[in-house]
């Protein structure tokens, strides 16, 4: 060997090398693509935890609307209130059968057309309680006279009306709406008294009162 000659003792590369580098393309891509999926999935479950708390919200709205309403109801004294579907001076009150048959899909305009923000009195129209002050729509509430039983001939049972209460709440946007109804039952003297008489009869009388029958509607 002449001096100042350098020598290569390089190998030749042979198929193995070839492969090498592909197994680690393959397990590169492999990496890549199972990280995007957990962050997909990431994704995912926090639109689906953001979906259920919407959800969640309009259901606490619209049964708090059904709670103000059925309280309100119960707590009127006098006699019992008439059919009054415009022009109402107060409570509207839809007869039987005069509601669309899915009513839960209906705007917050026709709601509060055809029945009443929840919290607000419906005769003196004052605001006596903020109910969901989180949704995104003011909760509202409809009643329908469904069913009544005349009071006794002698007196020994009053008026006994029958109503279907319906109730509707939103999350803090208008995509998760929820809607409830209830049928509540309670007692109305026949005639104007001086003193309050209670809704409900005294424990142990026979008629039923208060709410008897609820479902959720949407």
Same mark, same amino acid.
């Given at each position: 060997?002449?001096?100042? +000659?350098?020598?290569?003792? %390089?190998?030749?590369?042979?198929?193995?090398?070839?492969?090498? =580098?592909?197994?680690?393309?393959?397990?590169?891509?492999?990496?890549?693509?199972? #990280?995007?999926?957990?962050?997909?999935?990431?994704?995912?479950?926090?639109? &689906?935890?953001?979906?259920?708390?919407? %959800?969640?919200?309009?259901?606490?709205?619209?049964?708090?609307? &059904?709670?103000?309403?059925?309280?309100? &109801?119960? #707590?009127?004294?006098?006699?019992?209130?008439?059919?009054?579907?415009?022009?109402?001076?107060?409570?509207?009150?839809?007869?039987?059968?005069?509601?669309?048959?899915?009513?839960?899909?209906?705007? =917050? %305009?026709?709601?509060?057309?055809?029945?009443?923000?929840?919290? +607000?009195?419906?005769?003196?129209?004052?605001?006596?309680?903020?109910?969901?002050?989180?949704?995104?729509?003011?909760?509202?509430?409809?009643?329908?006279? +469904?069913?009544?039983?005349?009071?006794?001939?002698?007196?020994?049972?009053?008026?006994?009306?029958?109503?279907? *209460?319906?109730?509707?709440?939103?999350?803090?946007?208008?995509?998760?709406?929820? +809607?409830?109804? %209830?049928?509540?039952?309670?007692?109305?003297?026949?005639?104007?008294?001086?003193?309050?008489?209670?809704?409900?009869?005294?424990?142990?009388?026979?008629?039923?009162?208060?709410? *008897?029958?609820?479902?959720? =509607?949407?």
């Amino acid at each position: 060997m002449k001096p100042g +000659v350098i020598v290569s003792l %390089s190998y030749p590369r042979g198929p193995q090398d070839g492969m090498v =580098l592909l197994v680690c393309l393959i397990f590169l891509t492999a990496l890549t693509l199972l #990280g995007l999926s957990s962050v997909s999935d990431t994704v995912l479950q926090k639109k &689906l935890a953001a979906n259920n708390h919407e %959800s969640e919200q309009a259901r606490q709205s619209a049964l708090a609307a &059904l709670a103000w309403a059925e309280n309100w &109801l119960l #707590g009127q004294g006098g006699i019992a209130p008439e059919i009054c579907m415009e022009s109402c001076q107060g409570l509207r009150l839809h007869p039987s059968g005069d509601l669309p048959s899915n009513p839960e899909f209906e705007d =917050l %305009s026709w709601w509060l057309e055809q029945g009443h923000a929840a919290g +607000v009195d419906p005769y003196s129209g004052s605001r006596t309680a903020l109910v969901s002050a989180g949704s995104h729509d003011t909760p509202a509430w409809i009643v329908e006279s +469904v069913h009544s039983l005349p009071a006794a001939q002698d007196g020994s049972a009053d008026l006994q009306v029958w109503y279907r *209460v319906l109730a509707r709440g939103s999350g803090k946007t208008d995509n998760s709406i929820a +809607v409830f109804e %209830s049928i509540l039952v309670r007692s109305w003297p026949t005639v104007e008294e001086n003193e309050y008489i209670a809704a409900c009869p005294a424990s142990g009388a026979t008629a039923k009162c208060g709410r *008897v029958a609820w479902r959720e =509607l949407r």
